[in-house]
């Protein structure tokens, strides 16, 4: 339509031409390769891993483990992990104990396989009793050694500490 | 000389060339693989051997253990037959280019004199021409027999693409062929050997440079390298021509491609880079069997050098555009080889009249 200015290409133009050396793309080529052949002197960033394992920082999500003060478990059995859990990873079996917290995991499971690593048991427990570590190697040899009971998950305070903190400081 | 040793001679030199070139192009599979790592910040294989060097052996091993699966409505003859050709056209380009000078063994005796070079044909050049434009064939009838279509149009676009470099390669040569006087390669060489100025060498470089450009763009192009990879590119047809291959035949494409690359080095060698001169080497004095040794040990320097090159290059800039490459074929490169042609031919004719 006539007024349709906005449709019109515009009449200005800007483009960057080519410099002459660069219409001759040969010398391009050859700055190219000094960046490229540069590099090849610079270090290397390979870790070599089974020799040399990686270290994640105190923020990464590793697998989920129970965290117990001087063999008792922080956790209650109260259930929250387990309902929150997106992949319905966690079973928990609450039962009785004459402790102060009056409840405990009879049996605390975690299906391994479906885990999702997200995190979400571990910022929904009320008692900081589930966290996520750093571990991140797992290898099972069978569908039963993949379900991870109470004595695979349990992990000290000072073990953790790392991780508490970080909770602590940035959650 | 009698049939027999001149039977036995070639065997001999068929036989340390064919091995010497399969190993290379086994090794030739990891090194980009090292060198492409080491341009990326990391290691490459080094699980294998040290420093990754039985990767090859496992490479190829696998290659021999894999099911060879050939699509039902293909033409079998044809499926089979590509990839023969492709290699067997990389490796017969060898059998006019020039090791090195004569090499004499002195046995019991008896000086028993070789020429290093498998077959001293007299039109030299033409061959290695001839032979590059029968490796159009082995893509071609591999996208062809497949009986895919992206196959084929992967092959199509490749045959075009080798087709239309074939053409600047063939002129630039002639610029060679002006300046030595010569289509035998051995006496391109040769040509090769005083110095200007008393210290430059004269290696075909320095009167031919664009010519050399020409040819190294159009071997970057014959062998289907990148920046001009379109045939073969991934993200491109799948895997272009080869896609419905498996097992030993693809092993045969993937050799042969790096066969390729060691030849049109060791062309590109010969004609602009002295091939087998080495400058300066009569200041060192040695014996003539060591001097011809140095001499082979240049040729395999330099090849190796510039195979360096290709694989640099690959890891340095983008691919072309197949309307560029086309562009860029026809519009850039053939000008200016035939302006090269005229150019050196007018140098050549004044040198003549002036002297």
């Known amino acids: ?171 | 000389m009698d049939a027999t040793a001149i039977a036995i001679e070639a065997i001999v030199k068929i036989g340390l060339v064919v091995l010497i070139t399969l190993t290379v192009v086994a090794y030739l599979v990891l090194a980009e693989r090292k060198v492409s790592a080491f341009i990326q910040n990391r290691n490459g294989p080094n699980r294998v051997g040290p420093w990754g060097l039985f990767q090859s052996v496992a490479d190829i091993g696998k290659l021999f253990l894999k099911e060879d699966v050939v699509p039902d409505a293909a033409n079998k003859f044809v499926h089979t037959l590509a990839p023969l050709i492709s290699l067997g056209v990389a490796m017969s380009t060898f059998a006019v280019v020039p090791f090195g000078d004569m090499i004499t063994f002195t046995i019991g005796g008896i000086d028993y004199t070789y020429k290093l070079m498998i077959a001293d044909v007299n039109i030299g050049i033409l061959y290695i021409l001839a032979m590059t434009s029968l490796g159009v064939y082995g893509i071609t009838l591999s996208g062809w027999s497949s009986n895919n279509k992206y196959s084929l149009l992967g092959g199509l676009r490749a045959s075009a693409q080798m087709i239309s470099y074939e053409l600047s390669m063939g002129l630039s040569i002639i610029g060679v062929v002006l300046v030595a006087g010569s289509l035998r390669l051995d006496e391109i060489v040769y040509a090769q050997g005083g110095y200007y100025l008393g210290f430059i060498p004269q290696w075909n470089i320095v009167p031919q440079f664009f010519g050399c450009i020409t040819f190294v763009v159009a071997s970057f192009a014959e062998t289907n390298r990148l920046p001009f990879d379109l045939p073969e590119a991934e993200p491109e047809l799948v895997a272009g021509y080869h896609t419905e291959y498996s097992g030993m035949k693809f092993g045969l494409f993937f050799l042969a491609e790096y066969a390729n690359m060691i030849t049109a080095s060791a062309v590109i060698t010969t004609l602009y880079l002295g091939g087998w001169q080495a400058p300066f080497i009569e200041y060192l004095g040695l014996s003539p069997f060591m001097v011809s040794v140095a001499q082979i040990g240049t040729f395999c320097l330099k090849v190796a050098l510039v195979i360096l090159f290709f694989i640099v290059v690959r890891w340095t800039i983008p691919r072309f555009r197949y309307d560029q490459l086309m562009n860029l074929g026809w519009k850039v490169m053939l000008p200016l080889a035939l302006a090269n042609i005229v150019v050196t031919g007018l140098v050549i004719l004044l040198n003549q009249y002036i002297d």
């Open chain 1, 1 to 171: 339509m006539k007024n349709d200015k906005y449709l019109e290409p515009s009449k200005e133009i800007r483009t960057k031409d080519l410099s002459f050396w660069q219409k001759m793309y040969v010398p391009e080529i050859l700055k190219g390769m000094t960046v490229t052949i540069g590099q090849m002197f610079k270090p290397r960033f390979t870790y070599q891993y089974p020799e040399v394992k990686f270290e994640p920082a105190s923020s990464f999500r590793g697998r989920p483990v129970l965290v117990h003060e001087n063999g008792t478990e922080r956790c209650v059995a109260c259930g929250l992990c387990s309902r929150v859990c997106p992949a319905l990873a966690i079973e928990v079996q609450a039962a009785e104990t004459d402790l102060d917290k009056e409840r405990y995991p009879e049996k605390f499971e975690i299906n391994m396989t479906r885990c999702i690593f997200c995190g979400f048991c571990e910022e929904v427990c009320p008692e900081e009793a589930i966290i996520m570590s750093n571990e991140y190697e797992l290898v099972f040899n069978s569908q039963e050694e993949s379900i991870f009971g109470k004595e695979k998950l349990l992990k000290s305070v000072e073990e953790m500490k790392a991780r508490l903190d970080f909770l602590r400081t940035m959650r």
